[in-house]
């Protein structure tokens, strides 16, 4: 079985491009979260989703940052416009049921480097 | 912030039992100890989770102290690809606090 994908693995970008990032869990996980790894940092969760609805967006920079998850699988993470301390492994991970203890799988992340 | 104090690295040898501490003195009754562990260039990956039972799968052993203020990890028989860096995370089973909150864990090098 295939987990989660993610795209690109690795992007470069110069200050105040916007960039995009693009997740696909796996099949028949209903919750979807985006994190935000910063260098020698654990992750920290930007976003997450149950099906097509955001149910925690707390820590999302909303100035700059918006993400979707249209029809409840794939979502895409926007940066807009992206600054030089946007760099970092932006994670995806899902989850199988609509509760926050299951277990989550995480994709290989992006990594973004803004100059 | 982190409810767990781990320490920030580690070493063992190839083939023998690694053992990675952890405290969560601060747990609460209804808090869960995860673990999470993150090879390098990798998403993190699920380990184990317990309450207050010692578990084991086919992984690792977690064994948590009665007073549930601590626990260990235990990797039996630690190969080059365990070396990476561990989490050990504190959360309730369900609910709005049930978020996934990670400190800055413990990097464990198995050495040849």
């Known amino acids: 079985e295939a987990g989660v994908v993610q795209s690109p693995r690795y992007k470069i970008i110069e200050k105040k491009q916007p960039v995009a990032f693009w997740c696909n869990p796996i099949s028949g996980h209903n919750t979807l979260y985006w994190y935000l790894q910063n260098l020698g940092q654990g992750p920290e969760l930007l976003i997450r989703y149950e099906n097509e609805e955001a149910v925690d967006d707390s820590q999302l920079p909303k100035d700059r940052f918006s993400a979707e998850r249209l029809k409840g699988v794939d979502s895409t993470l926007k940066i807009q416009p992206a600054e030089l301390g946007d760099s970092a492994v932006y994670l995806c991970?899902?989850?199988?049921?609509?509760?926050?203890?299951?277990?989550?799988?995480f994709g290989p992340g992006t990594r973004l480097l803004v100059l | 912030d982190a409810k767990t104090t781990q320490p920030p690295s580690m070493d063992c040898a190839e083939g023998r039992a690694a053992n990675l501490p952890c405290n969560h003195s601060t747990i609460s009754g209804n808090e869960y100890v995860y673990w999470y562990r993150q090879i390098h260039s990798q998403g993190p990956q699920y380990i184990i989770h317990?309450?207050?039972n010692n578990e084991t799968n086919e992984m690792a052993s977690l064994i948590i102290t009665e007073d549930r203020k601590s626990s260990t990890l235990i990797l039996p028989h630690a190969t080059l690809r365990d070396t990476a860096v561990y989490y050990c995370?504190?959360?309730?089973?369900?609910?709005?606090?049930?978020?996934?909150?990670f400190g800055k864990g413990i990097t464990l090098s198995v050495r040849p």
């Open positions: 991970a899902s989850s199988e049921g609509q509760g926050l203890g299951e277990t989550q799988y």
């Open positions: 317990g309450l207050k």
């Open positions: 995370i504190v959360r309730p089973h369900t609910g709005a606090n049930s978020k996934l909150t």
